[in-house]
């Protein structure tokens, strides 16, 4: 099920939803609804769904997940990037392993992000893709090569996003309980 929003009113910044749970992308419409420079112009379940959109809709930004079936978000960040390369994809996912990192990045995603930080971070998120920067999570950023058509031509600036992890150094830091080097 391809579903399209149509699009109204003055210039925003316009977005793709592609994710295989209807809950999640409820949410993040519900989230970027309060954005008034954003409007969510499509949903997609798949990663096929997500490319057909994109060719019919043209959106400004993709936020898709990685692990969806039949066709999952690494295979169709391939197709659309061929097909369409000023489409930014912000890759949003439970999973933050490398295996799944690091194909996103190298195809050209501009950024990736956790979905436990969507509510906080995601609209900063898609304000700076759109701005032809780069947005990563910190720990996601070192898997970032430099030879990736996310990091071609003029210099990027990325900004990573950081979570207060209980107990942690950083949290640490913050607190001023741990020395700073």
């Given amino acids: 099920m391809v579903k399209r929003i149509e699009k109204f009113g003055a210039h925003k910044i316009t ?6 749970h209807a809950v999640v ?24 769904e997500a490319a057909q959109l994109v060719r019919q809709l043209q959106p400004d930004v993709l936020i898709m997940d990685i692990l ?8 169709a960040a391939r197709e659309i990037l061929k097909e369409n390369p000023s489409v930014k994809i912000v890759a949003l996912s439970a999973c933050s392993e490398a295996e799944h990192v690091k ?10 992000m956790l979905k436990q930080d969507a509510v906080k971070n995601l609209p900063g998120a898609i304000r700076q893709v759109q701005k032809g920067d780069l947005c990563f999570d910190p720990a996601k950023a070192k898997h970032l090569n430099p030879e990736s058509p996310a990091l071609r031509g003029p210099k990027k600036k990325i900004q990573v996003s950081f979570r207060k992890v209980p107990g942690s150094k950083l949290e640490q830091k913050i607190k001023g309980t741990v020395p700073s080097a």
Avoid: F, Q, T, W
Avoid at 15 to 20: F, G, K, Q
Avoid at 25 to 48: F, N, P, Y
Avoid at 103 to 112: E, N, S, T
């Fill in 15 to 20: 977005i793709e939803l592609a994710d295989d």
């Fill in 25 to 48: 992308r409820e949410g993040i419409r519900l989230l970027l609804a309060g954005e008034k420079d954003m409007r969510v112009v499509g949903e997609a379940r798949d990663g096929s």
């Fill in 103 to 112: 194909p996103m990045m190298d195809l050209g995603a501009k950024g990736y």
């Fill in 68 to 75: 969806m079936a039949p066709v999952d978000g690494i295979e």
